[in-house]
């Protein structure tokens, strides 16, 4: 049966459109498809250094390249930085300016193969400008120790260019704990300091991260040796002196934190609020935080032998203006001469050695001490107002005829509600008789 004219005319058409259409297909570019493409997220920088900053980010996906673009401003001037896309979600920005700001736009990429040697790119969307930072170039200079307290430290430093940061690192000489402290200005107070101390002073300039934890550090200023202020000098000991003060010698306790101290030796026999300084010297310390003990002998030639006198010490540190800064006062030391005895002979009335003495200006009262020794053994026999007095016994026994006794006076002062001495524990010097009944 013979097929109609129309039938193969209808089923030609039908091939012919179907065939324009596959060519059409074939032909016709495909649209790439952006809407599912993951989002580049959680951008930080982990790393900084003059010229060098690290980052890192997220983006699902194992097949996602990544173009990195910078600039020096937050709106324009971007630049492809590796030219190509890369396929790590991390990467180290190089050739950097130190102490700058940059902004990094990362954009996700994919390649997806159409045929031999045909791929369609499939741009993601770029991510927010993410502000990364290097760190400055130099340290902070002009580091200076500015005051002291016992217990703090204050010091100061000239800004550095491109810093928002500073972070002070400080420890005790000689030891190995370090404490940290960060400010936004140039100058700190370390607090809660060990007394007497000196203390090793680092200071470096740094930007912070975008996210507030992270900073880029520059490189450290340091300075070593930085004191506190002295406390109370302790251990005042005064010697090299005889019935006749013509010389005394000073020794304290020396503190680590001092660079030298100051003496004052001042009148003792007028009152507090009127007496008067007599002399005072500054002795450097040639080995600053030594633990050895520090003297100093002052020549007073020229004042009256029979007078009580007081001396007081401060130790000093010196600051980066090379200026002294005061410790506290010591409380004072009294010193006096021995009494001269100027009378010694047998009573035999009163059965004892009589004695008389020179007096002591600025002595409230004396004490009389006696032995059978003329180095050991001295007991007390009369604390009196008077300057003389009869020797009776030495200790609880009476004086034996033939023996010899020897003694001396102990001028004390009266200050507050107690009574000091003037002299350098036992006597320097001692007389003696022979007892004859």
């Given amino acids: 049966m013979k097929k109609s004219s129309k039938s193969v005319w209808s089923r030609f058409v039908m091939t012919f459109a179907a065939a324009f259409l596959l ?3 074939t032909t ?3 649209k ?3 809407s599912n493409m993951p989002l580049v997220k959680d951008i930080k920088q982990t790393d900084a250094s003059t010229n060098s900053v690290g980052i890192i980010w997220s983006c699902p996906g194992s097949d996602i390249r990544f173009k990195i673009e910078t600039s020096e401003q937050l709106s324009t001037g971007y ?9 790590s979600a991390s990467v180290t920005l190089t050739k950097l300016g130190a102490g700058k700001v940059y902004y990094v736009r990362i954009t996700p990429i994919r390649y997806t193969m159409e045929g031999i040697g045909k791929y369609t790119t499939v741009t993601g969307t770029t991510s927010q400008p993410f502000r990364v930072v290097t760190a400055p170039d130099s340290a902070p200079a002009s580091l200076t120790h500015v005051k002291s307290s016992t217990d703090t430290i204050k010091v100061k430093w000239s800004a550095v260019p491109g810093a928002d940061v500073y972070q002070v690192v400080y420890s005790q000489s000689g030891t190995a704990n370090e404490f940290t402290k960060e400010t936004t200005g140039t100058s700190v107070t370390l607090k809660n300091l060990s007394k007497d101390a000196r203390y090793t002073i680092k200071v470096r300039a740094g930007k912070k991260y975008t996210d507030g934890t992270g900073r880029a550090w520059g490189n450290y200023h340091t300075k070593y040796d930085v004191p506190v202020k002295s406390t109370k000098v302790e251990g005042i000991k005064v010697s090299g002196y005889y019935q006749n003060l013509s010389k005394i010698s000073i020794t304290n306790k020396a503190k680590a934190c001092a660079d030298g101290y100051q003496y004052q030796l001042y009148t003792a026999y007028k009152g507090q609020d009127k007496e008067t300084k007599v002399k005072s010297i500054t002795v450097n310390q ?3 935080g030594s633990s050895n003990q520090v003297s100093a002998s002052m020549k007073i030639s020229a004042l009256k032998n029979h007078n009580f006198y007081k001396v007081r010490v401060r ?12 410790g506290v006062w010591s409380s004072w030391k009294y010193v006096s001469p021995q009494p001269d005895v100027t009378k010694i002979k047998n009573n035999k009335s009163k059965k004892g050695i009589q004695i008389s003495w020179d007096k002591i200006k600025g002595a409230n009262r004396y ?3 006696v032995s059978t020794k003329k180095d050991s053994g001295y007991k007390k026999f009369q604390t009196t107002t008077k300057t003389g007095t009869v020797i009776k016994k030495c200790g609880k026994n009476k004086l034996k005829s033939g023996k010899n006794y020897y003694f001396y006076v102990e001028p004390q002062k009266k200050v507050g509600n107690k009574y000091v001495s003037g002299l350098a524990g036992n006597a320097n010097y001692c007389w003696s008789l022979k007892y004859k009944k």
């Fill in 23 to 25: 060519m059409l297909v």
């Fill in 28 to 30: 016709v570019p495909v």
């Fill in 32 to 34: 790439a498809d952006s």
């Fill in 79 to 87: 630049t492809d930085y590796n030219k190509r896309p890369q396929s």
């Fill in 286 to 288: 040639n080995n600053p």
């Fill in 315 to 326: 130790a000093y540190s010196l600051n980066s203006k090379n200026e002294k800064i005061y």
């Fill in 367 to 369: 004490v009389v001490y």
